[in-house]
């Protein structure tokens, strides 16, 4: 990968814990980029790729058994090769804004800390699949475990992450909390507890800094 095709776009993920209004707020944050003038880019992960798609379907469902972790860690990291290749790296070398929700944040929060798998298969991973692409920014969208489930319970049928304990969810939001205190420049904190419009500007101004 040339340096110019590193550079010329822009990768900003949104993160957080169940419940955490991620996708409203990707919806609000690209009107408001293309409204700017730029181009943007939303997706997904696991997801984004026919590939993607249908490892997301698998990750999610539940099958009656438990996935081992590894399993687990690879098949996101399987969707995230084709994500790479197909939708994010060809979007940055146009020059687009990728905004997407989740990324390898999630696979250190959820893989490695809640699954107990550690950072090293994380990092082994991150390194073997994405070389150097690292996010520009990273949203966190922070929210207290008990009303992120409280609100993925009232949306309906969730999947296999929203089904799980309390503890695991909040191994998973300590993680997140962790990963932004150690590179503050890269990461915005936002409280997705408040109100809806001041998440959006709060996030608006986050990633202005990045652009």
Not at 130 to 155: H, S, Y
Request: with cysteine; hydrophobic share 45%.
């Amino acid at each position: 990968m040339t340096e110019q095709a590193r550079s010329s776009g822009r990768l900003i993920t949104l993160e957080g814990g169940e419940g955490a209004g991620k996708s409203t707020q990707i919806a609000r944050l690209a009107a408001r980029l293309e409204a700017d003038g730029h181009r943007v880019r939303t997706t997904r992960e696991p997801g984004g790729t026919q590939l993607g798609e249908a490892v997301r379907a698998v990750l999610m469902a539940d099958h009656g058994l438990p996935m081992p972790a590894m399993s687990e860690l690879l098949l996101v990291f399987a969707a995230r090769a084709a994500h790479l290749a197909e939708v994010i790296e060809p979007a940055l070398a146009a020059g687009e804004i990728v905004i997407c929700d989740r990324f390898t944040d999630a696979s250190f929060a959820y893989q490695g800390a809640a699954r107990g798998l550690g950072h090293g298969p994380v990092e082994t991973l991150e390194a073997l699949v994405q070389g150097e692409r690292r996010p520009d920014g990273v949203v966190l969208l922070d929210l207290p475990v008990t009303e992120g489930m409280a609100r993925a319970e009232a949306r309906g049928k969730g999947n296999r992450f929203d089904e799980e304990a309390r503890d695991f969810h909040e191994v998973v939001r300590q993680c997140y909390l962790d990963r932004a205190a150690a590179a503050p420049a890269r990461y915005a904190v936002i409280d997705a507890a408040a109100e809806v419009d001041t998440v959006a500007e709060r996030i608006a101004s986050a990633v202005q800094t990045w652009l």
